[in-house]
């Protein structure tokens, strides 16, 4: 997939183009269905581009905290739409400046030079200054420039329109059950392996530290059943895992950290690129009563993961 950066106009093309346009943040389960109509209607010869945003455009313009952080990191988005086949991605820098864009000025100047045969988006879509034009608006500017505009009902769950915001919350909330039938996957978050305090190791539940997670949402502090996949050169293994996700206020912890331990793994992994996948919370983190009762609480949430899985239960 080719990635182009845009600052301010995109390059000139001249293949002939479907473009979705949006965020895609997650690529969740309602704008898999527009990835899906988009292949669908592809003919010989034509491309699938997306229009992507930098930044959530309420994040820029609002500062609202809500849309800072996001379900996928930037390359994990890439991979997500490369795998659905989609050969361009603009990546465009979504500022105050470009919020400022007529809805005009992005069909004619932003779109006008894509060569575009389609335009798939939701029945919600809203674009421009203000977010000035609904699909009807799109659809009018569009007829002007030859592009026709297909706009797909809303992917909803329990009758509510599935969302990258929504889905969001759930991860705050810890819900990881919702998360992953609204996505289609688990939340997961992939980022490095480094050197935590090495207590994890003398309480007898060694785990690996992650960091470069900034760009993700944080989950619900406490405790998950999850998946590792550790990558290696030219493949990756899977190893269930309970996950750590907080402040860690048992041994005086401040800063918001993501830790797991391993079901029947020993090694280094120090260096290496893992991702974890939250599958299911098991309990809130709690501020216990000295080392003891941590370790006492760790084994308890072992035995209680190892009898989900129907795991062999080896205590010394
Ligand atoms: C299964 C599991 C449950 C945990 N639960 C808590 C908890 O409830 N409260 C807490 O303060 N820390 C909790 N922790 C984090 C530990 O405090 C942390 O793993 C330990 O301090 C080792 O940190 P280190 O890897 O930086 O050496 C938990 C860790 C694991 C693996
Ligand atoms: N549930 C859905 N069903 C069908 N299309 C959707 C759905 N959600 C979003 N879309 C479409 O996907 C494209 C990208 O939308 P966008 O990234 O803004 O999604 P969103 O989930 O509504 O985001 P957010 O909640 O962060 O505002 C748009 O065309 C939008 O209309």
């Not at 945003?53 to 500062?63: C, Y």
């Not at 879509?125 to 002007?144: I, M, P, S, Y």
């Not at 401040?254 to 020993?266: M, P, W």
Request: hydrophobic residues 35%; aromatic residues 10%.
């Amino acid at each position: 997939m080719e990635t182009i950066e845009v600052t301010a106009l995109p390059p000139a093309s001249t293949k002939p183009t479907t473009l979705l346009i949006g965020k895609f943040d997650g690529l969740h389960l309602g704008h898999q269905q527009l990835l899906n109509e988009a292949n669908t209607l592809r003919e010989s010869g034509e491309e699938i581009a997306v229009f992507g945003f930098s930044d959530h455009p309420l994040w820029v313009l609002k500062e609202d905290s809500k849309y800072e952080k996001s379900l996928s990191s930037y390359q994990d988005k890439l991979h997500l739409l490369e795998h659905a086949s989609v050969d361009r991605y603009y990546h465009i820098y979504f500022t105050k400046e470009y919020a400022q864009i007529t809805p005009e000025q992005f069909v004619r100047e932003q779109l006008g030079q894509l060569n575009l045969t389609r335009v798939i988006v939701g029945e919600g879509f809203q674009f421009g200054k203000g977010r000035n034009a609904d699909v009807r608006g799109l659809a009018n500017l569009c007829k002007e420039q030859g592009i026709s505009v297909i706009t797909l009902p809303h992917v909803t769950f329990d009758n509510e329109k599935i969302s990258s915001t929504e889905i969001r919350n759930n991860v705050a909330k810890g819900r990881m059950e919702s998360v992953q039938a609204l996505l289609g996957r688990p939340f997961e978050t992939t980022g490095v392996v480094v050197k935590g305090e090495a207590l994890g190791r003398q309480l007898g539940f060694p785990t690996l530290n992650l960091a470069e997670i900034e760009e993700y949402v944080e989950p619900n502090p406490g405790v998950y059943l999850g998946v590792v996949e550790v990558h290696y050169e030219k493949s990756s293994a899977h190893y269930f895992s309970l996950i750590s996700a907080g402040y860690r206020p048992t041994v005086n912890g401040e800063t918001y950290k993501v830790e797991a331990y391993l079901l029947d793994f020993s090694g280094d992994l120090y260096g290496r690129n893992i991702t974890v996948k939250y599958l299911r919370f098991m309990r809130g983190e709690e501020n216990f009563n000295g080392l003891d009762e941590l370790v006492e609480n760790m084994k308890e949430d072992e035995r209680n993961a190892r009898q989900i899985l129907g795991l062999d239960i080896n205590e010394e």
